[in-house]
């Protein structure tokens, strides 16, 4: 499925409240809907395993000061 139209937004309730007036569809995480879901507000479908999973990547700009704790968050990552 290709969409007409894309949308973008800086946070999860953004999201969620377009969601919820019709403005279209979203993939969210099961834990940021559940209470949505249960109070009738939104529907949720699930995503068949084969599709579900998604490699996902960390960037940060290259030409900026990494912070050790930043280091240590990237090497967890790699591990």
């Known amino acids: ?45 699930f995503i068949p395993n084969i599709y579900g999973k998604v490699k996902t990547v960390f960037i940060h700009r290259k030409d900026k000061y990494v912070p050790s704790s930043l280091l240590k968050f990237i090497n967890m990552l790699s591990d």
């Open 1 to 45: 499925m290709i969409p007409k139209k894309k949308m973008e937004f800086g946070t999860m309730d953004a999201i969620i409240g377009c969601v919820s007036a019709g403005l279209g569809i979203s993939m969210l995480p099961k834990s940021v809907v559940a209470k949505h879901v249960q109070d009738g507000l939104l529907r949720q479908h």
